[in-house]
């Protein structure tokens, strides 16, 4: 192949392959290289250029090579008049361990055959896709508590990545429980997330503080007055069976079952953001009994609707709880009843329940 086609190839995003009558791959491209880890260098096989999983030395020779997908379809490129067209299945990856479903046309370049992928870069994106999923649900908490107060949460983004974040955890004793909820749906959505995670202070036992020190990092990020977080904490001291709380813009965030029915602790405060960088967010303090359940949500779960423009509403939630034995029972029937009254979701649902 000359240089010129070899550049004009390399600099283009579509992952195209070279190959001859011989079935010897002349030329990978970059994308097709990164695409499928390709330890191919110049000329090779087309084993060098996929993960084919044949332990024969020499390709084409193994039991798998007459199997052969991407052989299969160049050899009917070379065998009829130049032109093949097919959807195959290849192994993607280091060590071949990802099967992936491709799109390959292959056109007659002179003497030599061209193989182009047509959806390689969706495909990239799509497993890039799948990596950020990974690396958001290791940012959730443990499924359960280790030592703490017991509890139980519900996760459900409605796209791949979600904006919502759950958290829970323990300092000096007591159980820390965070949830946000940040502007905007989809990647950026979830990098605010992100942010929400890596920037709260988790050695901060006022959750006031701990907003008003996410707000201060907020500022830095000098983003514009569409971006926002809404977020409620709350601190559980056993020991004293007490709630400090506080809240930046939630709506209606903590629910509170007792011996005496339902409690909505509200607070008026606005979200992280700039549109007041220097508000002071300050504690409330409540106490409980045994027995009692306490609910963190975000909008996403009370404002979700059915098919008629019906929103789930906070009386449906309220209902629920206190129709629930315990924390576990609490989320498995608010999954339970959203999905039913929902059916698919427009905003993610977040809910987190501890039994006090």
């Not at 011989?22 to 090779?44: E, I, T």
């Not at 201060?216 to 709350?234: C, G, H, P």
Request: hydrophobic content about 40%; proline content about 4%.
């Amino acid at each position: 192949m000359s240089n010129l086609y070899k550049s004009v190839l390399n600099s283009i995003p579509t992952a195209a392959i070279v190959v001859d009558r011989n079935m010897r791959v002349r030329y990978a491209n970059k994308a097709f290289r990164d695409y499928f880890s390709s330890v191919l260098k110049g000329k090779g096989s087309l084993r060098d250029a996929v993960s084919c999983g044949e332990k024969e030395q020499k390709c084409g020779y193994g039991i798998k090579c007459a199997y052969c997908p991407i052989r299969n379809l160049f050899s009917d490129a070379i065998g009829g008049n130049g032109l093949a067209f097919r959807n195959i299945i290849l192994k993607s990856g280091e060590d071949g361990e990802k099967n992936v479903g491709l799109r390959i046309k292959v056109k007659p370049l002179g003497k030599l055959f061209l193989g182009i992928v047509d959806n390689a870069y969706e495909m990239e994106i799509a497993r890039e896709m799948h990596s950020a999923q990974d690396i958001q649900q290791r940012l959730l908490p443990p499924a359960k508590a280790e030592g703490g107060v017991p509890y139980s949460f519900m996760y459900i983004p409605c796209r791949e990545i979600g904006g919502d974040l759950p958290d829970v955890y323990e300092l000096h004793g007591n159980t820390v429980g965070v949830i946000a909820d940040v502007s905007g749906k989809g990647i950026s959505a979830g990098m605010l997330s992100a942010f929400v995670k890596a920037g709260w202070d988790r050695s901060e036992p006022s959750p006031a503080l701990a907003l008003k020190k996410l707000n201060v990092k907020f500022q830095e990020l000098n983003l514009d007055e569409r971006s926002y977080v809404t977020a409620a904490a709350v601190n559980l001291d056993k020991e004293r069976r007490e709630i400090r709380y506080s809240a930046a813009g939630h709506n209606a965030p903590i629910l509170l079952k007792s011996g005496m029915g339902i409690d909505e602790i509200v607070m008026n405060s606005p979200p992280i953001s700039n549109w007041i960088p220097d508000f002071e967010y300050r504690d409330g303090l409540i106490g409980y009994r045994k027995g009692d359940i306490l609910v963190l949500l975000t909008d996403g779960t009370i404002e979700s609707k059915n098919d008629s423009g019906e929103q789930f509403s906070l009386e449906r939630v309220e209902g629920i709880l206190q129709r629930s034995f315990n924390a576990e029972h609490f989320i498995e029937r608010l999954k339970a009843a959203l999905t039913e009254f929902c059916g698919t979701f427009n905003d993610d649902l977040t809910a987190i329940a501890f039994d006090l």
